[in-house]
């Protein structure tokens, strides 16, 4: 049986933190599929990435929680989300320039 499905039947409050429009897209007919009301989950993403899609995610009606990194383990934290998805970083540099 497919994960993602076993996850959005458990009717638990779901956080998808994704900046991946697919599985955004993926949530949102599982969640039609199975009657999960957009109350009962929401899409989190990081500020300055995808803002467009973050846009759209919301108005399509759907909760998006932007995080913000900061105090004295921002860098860090940074430099994992970059070294965990290489393309992080020319979405960064993008964005920074």
């Known amino acids: 049986m497919d994960m993602s499905y ?3 039947n458990t009717k638990i409050f779901l956080a998808i933190a994704t ?3 697919q599985i955004i897209n993926k949530t949102i007919s599982l969640a039609d599929d199975n009657g999960l009301k957009k109350d009962q989950f929401e899409f989190q ?3 300055g990435i995808r803002e467009d899609l ?3 995610t919301l108005n399509k009606g759907f909760p998006v929680r932007v995080y ?3 105090g004295s383990s921002w ?3 940074l430099i994992r989300r970059l070294a965990e ?3 992080n970083l020319f979405l960064f540099l ?3 320039l």
């Open 19 to 21: 900046h991946d429009k």
């Open 75 to 77: 860098y860090p934290f």
């Open 85 to 87: 998805r290489p393309a």
């Open 94 to 96: 993008k964005y920074l």
């Open 6 to 8: 076993e996850l959005i």
């Open 54 to 56: 973050q846009k759209d």
């Open 45 to 47: 993403m990081m500020y």
């Open 68 to 70: 913000v990194p900061y």
